[in-house]
């Protein structure tokens, strides 16, 4: 089945700096690769996701790039703030009808103001 | 996500005893899942259903049984507690159509279940 690892498993940055998640899938038939954002004492929720037909994907200060050969997608946050402070979640699965994602192990990004 | 609902927020119980989570939805969604977070090892899929009538088993099942009552109902059950199941429970669901955002699971507020 699909293994997906994420690194780093904790990110600290300042106010204003940028924060890059990666994670690497095994699945080569793998083609939709969502992020989550878990708050404190919330359900994780999509933030962006990005399909095997697309490399790149942005929306305001949030980014996903997708390199399907090297088989691994990474999370940009540009102009951190402090609530972007969360965990985050990357995962992998194949579209359609038997869709269940297999998740990275999350990465506790804490932005200091 | 306030369409997912689940109870108790809070559970502590004592090793052997049945606990039921339960996990209420107002999407109108077929596919309902439950994970388990444990700290450093991110989510982990217990049991899915794709409808009512539809039961599958993810990669950590052993421990855990589940009922899918209605299309808005599935609940989770551990019919003898024991301390390593600890952990933050999540209920998600998901709609398969074409039109919709199709892949996007969409997550309950968790249940923090404790066993001593």
């Known amino acids: 089945g699909e293994n997906v690892e994420q690194h780093p498993s904790t990110l600290s940055v300042q106010e204003g700096d940028s924060a890059v998640i990666k994670c690497t899938y095994s699945d080569s038939a793998s083609n939709y690769f969502p992020w989550y954002k878990q708050e404190l004492g919330k359900g994780p929720q999509l933030i962006i996701d990005?399909?095997?037909?697309?490399g790149e994907k942005k929306d305001q200060r949030i980014a996903v790039t997708l390199n399907k050969t090297a088989k691994h997608f990474s999370l940009h946050i540009t102009e951190t703030q402090p609530e972007d402070s969360a965990v985050y979640f990357c995962a992998a699965s194949m579209g359609g009808g038997s869709y269940i994602p297999t998740f990275g192990r999350g990465t506790s990004l804490i932005v200091h103001p | 996500d306030a369409d997912v609902t689940q109870t108790p927020r809070n559970r502590i119980t004592k090793t052997g005893k049945r606990i039921m989570l339960e996990c209420s939805q107002t999407k109108g969604h077929d596919r309902m899942y439950w994970y388990r977070q444990d700290p450093g090892l991110g989510l982990r899929l217990i049991y899915y259903s794709f409808d009512v009538k539809d039961i599958n088993k993810g990669e950590i099942s052993d421990g855990y049984s589940v009922s899918r009552q209605a299309q808005a109902k599935f609940s989770l059950s551990l019919e003898s507690a024991i301390p390593n199941q600890t952990a933050l429970y999540f209920c998600a669901t998901s709609d398969p159509r074409p039109q919709s955002s199709y892949n996007e699971q969409f997550f309950g507020p968790g249940t923090r279940l404790t066993v001593l």
């Open positions: 990005i399909r095997s037909n697309v």
